[in-house]
């Protein structure tokens, strides 16, 4: 018979070490490629060494944008109240520098306004955070140089290159052209209300240190008993300013659940891995392992778990984290057992050290809690571009006060052990917990969705719909020899279910995820669904040479999609039929 599966050893989880791991790492300032963040990974390889992992410190090269002294003046017109003295601004990662850019100013409340402001040739001032979404929007828009208004008391530190990674030569072309800032509380309300006056103009000087560094990433291992594979655990542990819950409590969350996982029986490995580049090289970190460890994470990683930011004041579960079909059922398990409640997830997205969408990983979450829309503790920033519904990680995020004052230890606790029950489900259980019936039943909505709406007639989807439909009875049949394994000593018979969810993943995931497909980044701007599908659906309503150049992009598209669920039919189907 199988072994019978084993508890979360939950009641190991210690208040008093994970608040002592984050107020050790918010000593330093955790900059991207400094000797304080070496400092900061040293501490960890230590602790991670002391409960029994086996670690590896690397260095290597990355593209790390480090912002520098910056200020921002009302050089003409406006309010008298910021006209005499300087406005407090900070400038951002991959930005642009300027010894003093002098310009007439134009408000537009959002990135899609700026054309019809006329910012060419202008300074734009935008409420909200700096975004490379927004950035992008403004050079396009003509504008010479950009100021976010940030809503909340202290001013966010943001990064704004729609590049993911390191950039290789072509996708230098881009970076921030221009000079970026940012303004937060009254003075952000009093430079808003100035410019909207009309006839100010506005002087931005700013300094940002963009280039190669050397930067560490530390990788640490518990392996498995039966199986090679792994499930990867991350987080990033560089920073801005302390950065106590952004990434510290995450970083102790790991250390914690390392301790915790290092005296369980292990069916496969648990791989920790801690980035540098993620907050000043937009996931330089996580890149480059990807991009140089691709065929080791190919055969042998069965998930990716990332965490960030635990454990904050006032915080609640974040029951929309990130979290793909095939990897929802687990993570809703495990909340409902320790928080109750449903756990609905939402797509994953552009964000987060998702570096593995690529090569086929199945991926969750990334902060599983956050403040409430209308708490104290709330981002105002991030109430208001949500409609109220989350106040993001609250007001201190980015910010000089994100300091330990700001933890909660029972709240870190909580999410700690949400944590841990996830890792222990994929690390013990024979059969991965990853449910493709689920991820089959998305695709085959979405393509019948795509036939009965404007894309009908189009391009004749029957086929890939007939391949979705193939798809639900091949899962479904993969996921009964998995039930029927739970009762089993067939250890031969668990590899091969295993191996055919891993394939599965790897035929699906980055059809659904990216755009440039395995061995590429895609840029950090949002997918609200699957890229393949985004063709498709514009081409209904579509009209003369726009509908010809849809027509090209959405045929091999729907190529794309249609081998990709025959691929992970026929590798479903041949489990269950080597069982027969």
């Known amino acids: 018979m199988a072994r019978k599966a084993l508890a979360p050893p939950y009641d190991t989880v210690s208040t008093k070490r994970l608040m002592g791991d984050t107020e050790a790492l918010a000593r330093w300032v955790r900059l991207s490629g400094t000797p304080e963040e070496l400092e900061a990974f040293r501490y960890t390889q230590k602790q991670l060494r002391a ?52 310009a007439a100013a134009v408000y537009a409340a959002t990135p899609a306004d700026l054309p019809a402001a006329q910012a060419a040739g202008r300074i734009a001032v935008l ?35 729609t590049v993911w990674g390191s950039p290789s030569a072509e996708a230098m072309d881009r970076m921030p052209r221009i000079p970026v800032v940012s303004v937060a509380g009254h003075d952000a309300d009093a430079l808003r209300t100035a410019v909207r006056g009309g006839q100010t103009r506005l002087r931005i000087t700013a300094s940002v240190d963009t280039g190669w560094r050397k930067t560490p990433l530390l990788v640490a291992d518990l392996p498995g008993t039966v199986e090679d594979t792994f499930v990867m655990f991350t987080g990033h542990l ?47 970190g996580s890149t480059w392992y990807a991009d140089h460890y691709w065929h080791d994470l190919d055969a042998h990683c069965i998930a990716h778990v990332n965490v960030d930011s635990t454990g904050g004041k ?77 106040g993001g990680l609250g007001w201190w995020w980015h910010t000089t006060e994100d300091t330990p004052d700001k933890i909660d230890p029972a709240l870190l606790e909580r999410d700690c052990k949400i944590y841990l029950g996830i890792v222990h489900a994929f690390a013990t259980s024979p059969v991965a917990p990853l449910d493709y019936t689920a991820t089959a039943t998305m695709w085959l909505k979405q393509l019948q969705d795509l036939r009965k709406g404007a894309a009908a007639g189009a391009l004749d989807v029957r086929p890939a ?29 668990v590899r091969q279910v295993n191996a055919a969810l891993m394939a599965i993943g790897r035929a699906l995931i980055p059809i659904d995820y990216t755009e440039r497909g395995r061995f590429d980044h895609d840029p950090a701007v949002a997918h609200r669904e699957p890229p393949h599908l985004a063709a498709l659906k514009a081409l209904g309503s579509a009209k003369g040479d726009e509908a010809r150049h849809l027509a090209v992009r959405a045929a091999r598209d729907l190529n794309a999609i249609r081998h990709a669920l025959a691929t992970a039919s026929a590798t479903a189907e041949s489990v269950t039929r080597r069982r027969a």
């Open 465 to 493: 719909i007939a391949e979705a439909a193939r798809l639900v009875r091949a899962t479904q049949g993969l996921a009964r020899r998995a039930r029927a394994l739970a009762r089993s000593s067939d250890r031969r018979a």
């Open 238 to 284: 560089d920073s801005w300013h302390r950065g106590a819950m952004d990434n510290g409590t995450a970083n102790a969350t790991m250390l914690e659940i390392a301790r915790a996982m290092a005296k369980v029986r292990r069916y496969r490995g648990i791989r920790f891995a801690f980035w540098s580049g993620h907050s000043h090289g937009r996931y330089s």
């Open 127 to 161: 409420d909200g955070l700096a975004s490379p979404a927004g950035v992008q929007a403004g050079q396009a828009a003509g504008a010479v140089g950009l100021v976010f208004l940030n809503r909340d008391p202290y001013v966010h530190e943001m990064i704004v290159s």
């Open 51 to 102: 409960a029994g992992c086996k670690t590896q410190l690397l260095m290597h090269d990355a593209f790390i944008s480090l912002p520098g002294p910056a200020s921002l003046a009302l050089v003409q017109g406006g309010d008298s109240r910021i006209s005499s003295r300087a406005v407090p601004c900070v400038t951002h990662s991959f930005a642009a520098s300027t010894g003093g850019l002098e």
């Open 314 to 390: 006032g915080s609640i579960i974040n029951r929309h984290a990130y979290a793909m079909p095939e990897t929802q059922g687990v993570a809703d398990t495990v909340v409902r057992s320790l928080a109750g409640g449903r756990f609905q997830g939402q797509r994953i997205g552009r964000m987060g050290d998702q570096s593995f969408l690529g090569v086929g990983v199945p991926s969750l979450l990334m902060d599983i809690s956050e403040q409430a829309g209308d708490s104290p503790e709330a981002s105002r920033d991030f109430s208001v571009f949500s409609g109220g519904n989350t």
